[in-house]
C-alpha cells in the first residue's frame, strides 16, 4: 500500500499460478479471481490489471486466447481495465494478474485488528486443494489413494470450480459496510494457516468450530499425508501453535490446513454485526458464509479447533 493522499492510498499485488483445472477459459478467470483477491481483502476498489503468462507456444495461441478471455471477463466484473501485461515461452503454463486498486488510508482493513469477542465469518467452502489434488490423480497412478475413501463427485469438483472463479467482490462490499475490524483471504496458507497469521497479527487467539466450517462434500477422507498439495506443509508450520480439542480428527485438522486458490474472506466482525454481515452476504450471493469461530485473548498468535 501507498498513500498518496490523505484521501487516496494505492494498493498493489501480483499472484500467478499453474493451473487448477483443465479448462483453458476456467484457468484464466480463477487466477484474475485469486489476483483480485488480495486488493478485495483490504476493501479497495480494483482499478488496473496486467497480464502475466508463461505458455509452451508449440501448444497453439488458441489456449493461450482461452486463458486471456477468462481472465479478461473476470477483471470485467471486478470493475477494472487490463492495460497490458507480458508472455514469455515456457514450458509449465503460467497466468496471473498484477492488480492496482485504491483504499481511503483510515478505511483499509488489515489482519491486524481483530479484537477478542469478534465473530470469525468464513465467505466460501474449503477444501478446494484436496479436490484439485484428486482431480488430477484420478488421471494418473492412484496407489492406494482412492482406498482411503470414495473419489470426489463430479458435481462437487464443478462446484468448487464455481467457487474459485467467484470474486470476492460482494463480499468485500458487505464487510466494509458492516465495519469489520480484521480480514485476510484464505489462499495457499489454508483456513489454520491465514487465521494463525490473524491471529499473531491481531495479538490473539483464533478459535475455530470444525462444524460451523463450510467445506466441500467428501474431503476429510482425502485429507491424509501424501497427497502432494500444500496442506501437509501447512500443518507443519502451525502444529506448534494449534490446539485441537478431544473429538477433533487429524483428518479434519489437515482439511483445515488444505491450500486453497481463490478461496474465500476470513472476516473478524464486531459481535452486534455478526448478524447481519452474515445476512447481507447471503443476501449477495455468497451463500456458504458462515459463523465459523470467535476470537479471544488467550494465548496471543494461537489458534485453535472445537469440535
Partial sequence: MYKLSDEVALVQSVDFFTPIVDDPYQFGRIAAANAFSDLYTMGAKPLLALNIIGFPCKVGVEIISDILRGGADATREAGAVILGGHS?????????????????????????????????????????????NMAKLASGPLGGLRARGPAIAQAVHDEAVAAMMRLNRSAAEVMVSCAARACTDISGFGLLGHGLNMAAASGARLVFGYGAVPRFDGIEAHAIPGTKGGGERNYHWVKEKLTAAQGVTHEQVMALCDAQTSGGLLIAAPPERADETLRRLHEGGDAASAIVGRVEQGPPGTVAVEP
Fill in 88 to 132: 514469455v515461452d515456457d514450458a509449465e503454463p503460467k497466468y496471473g494478474l498484477a492488480v492496482t486498486g485504491v483504499v481511503h488510508p483510515g478505511k483499509m482493513i488489515t489482519s491486524h485488528g481483530a479484537r477478542p469477542g469478534d465473530a470469525l465469518i468464513l465467505t466460501k467452502k474449503i477444501g478446494v486443494g484436496i479436490i484439485a
